[in-house]
């Protein structure tokens, strides 16, 4: 078979890594990919955004089946056009993808459905917004409607703040046309949780949980990143609260989906915030998370592709879907002064036997060597049977890897650690 996977981070990696165990694929493209996953796929310069060179690109390689990795190119249609030319498809249509497109959308659809996530307002107009703010509860979280590169989510501690991130998005236009409307929603607090899910539209079943960590540095401080390191199983994620879950929001998102005329297939993220009053959605997306695959997918014990392919033919009720017990820690070494300004092109260096650990995000080939191109540069992750041995293990590897100007978290696990010796 000919596989062909959009997108080119550690996930796609990850994604690609595990596609590869299966027998019957003689070939894998990554449009674009980069400089780590070209020793394990074939990468094309065609950017992920590109629909008609990515769909003329599959017509032209015969491509059987194709895994549409990130959020820009699913919410831009890229798996009805693939679909239009025949070619089967892991993901969801646009108008599926909107779930995470649009989050007066996904609001909308838990509201009218009864699906439990935080109270909260929708405007389109400046003045209705900062008047709200004037007696809102504080803290307050505002959000930009669309897609904001993971950026569009605002904690304000203050009234001011609030309104200012209100001026930001709607006059000043920081995230684009996705801030012309915000959502101002009530802060919940609580242990955060992620499930990924694969789902045909009917059936749904949830992976391992995780748990992202999101602030660039330790102790959860600094800015908001695209995740800094991951852990799986989430421990506060028990058996109790995985059935709740799958009661009254798993099951429940994917039958408003199919009422909507909207059927999700493909990879559905629940971002889940444990309050006091029960599980709530904070977010959903139309995808596999990132870093969150790099340690869900090295635990799943069945054969990546069928699962994908059980969920676009609809078959996924007749499909196993096993996973290890084993625990993953998944450390991201990244560029100093990411996600601000970091400089780019230093050599990276992996010694052989921790290379099948590693998922390479931001790398390209250079005179033949590896340097790093992005912010996230790697993902390093360890498999064991305890998270503790897990946490070790992957923080010994990533200090067998060296770069210039890299810098990493110290403390991914540690709180998962704690909550699980605390039980
Ligand atoms: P997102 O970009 O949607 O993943 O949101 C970024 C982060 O903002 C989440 O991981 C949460 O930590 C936080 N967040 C989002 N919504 C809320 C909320 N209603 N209450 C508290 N924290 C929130
Ligand atoms: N790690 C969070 C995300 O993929 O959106």
Do not use: W
Not at 52 to 59: E, R, T
Not at 380 to 406: H, P, Q, S
Request: charge should be negative.
């Amino acid at each position: 078979m000919k596989i062909l996977v959009v997108g080119g981070g550690g996930r796609e990696h990850a994604i690609i890594k595990k596609i590869k165990e299966n027998k019957s694929v003689e070939q894998i493209y990554a449009l674009p990919g980069n400089g780590g996953i070209a020793k394990d796929a074939t990468c094309v310069d065609i950017g992920a955004k590109d629909i008609p060179a990515i769909v003329a690109f599959a017509k032209e390689k015969q491509i059987d089946y194709a895994v549409v990795a990130p959020d820009d190119p699913l919410v831009l249609g890229c798996v009805d056009a693939l679909e239009e030319i025949g070619i089967p498809c892991f993901g969801p249509r646009a108008s599926a993808a909107i779930i995470e497109g649009s989050k007066v959308f996904s609001k909308n659809l838990m509201k009218k459905y009864g699906i439990p996530t935080a109270e909260y307002e929708v405007f389109s107009n400046l003045e209705d917004a900062l008047e709200y703010l004037n007696s809102a509860p504080i803290p307050t979280v505002i959000k930009a409607d669309g897609l904001a590169l993971g950026k569009g989510v605002i904690i304000a501690m203050t009234r001011e703040e609030a309104k200012e991130a209100v001026r930001s998005m709607m006059e000043d236009k920081i995230f684009g046309e996705s801030g012309s409307n915000v959502v101002i929603e009530e802060f919940l607090t609580g242990p955060e949780v992620s499930v990924l899910s694969f789902t045909d539209g009917k059936t749904v079943i949830p992976m391992i949980s995780s748990q992202d960590h999101k602030r660039a540095h330790d102790g959860d401080t600094g800015l908001n990143t695209g995740g800094m390191g991951t852990v799986a199983p989430n421990p506060y994620y028990t058996a109790d609260v995985e059935k709740i879950c799958m009661e009254k929001i798993f099951i429940p998102t994917i039958r408003a989906m199919e009422a909507e005329g909207r059927t999700f297939k493909g990879c559905l993220y629940f971002g889940l915030m444990l309050t006091e009053n029960g599980p709530k959605v904070i977010e959903y997306n139309c995808r596999f998370g990132d870093p969150e695959t790099q340690v869900v997918l090295p635990l799943l014990e069945s054969d990546l592709l069928t699962v994908m392919q059980a969920t676009t033919n609809g078959t996924l009720d007749k499909c196993e879907v096993k996973f290890a017990k084993s625990n993953t820690c998944c450390v991201i070494m990244a560029s100093n002064g990411y996600p601000s300004h970091y400089e780019k092109g230093y050599e990276i260096t992996i010694p052989d036997d921790v290379l099948p650990n590693v998922y390479v995000a931001g790398a390209a080939i250079k005179d033949g060597a590896l340097v790093t191109s992005g912010g996230r540069v790697l993902g390093v992750t360890a498999k064991k049977d305890t998270l503790g041995e897990a946490i070790c293990e992957a923080y010994r590897l990533v200090e067998k890897i060296k770069f210039d100007n890299a810098f990493y978290r110290h403390d991914i696990g540690k709180r998962a650690l704690m909550a699980k010796e605390t039980d």
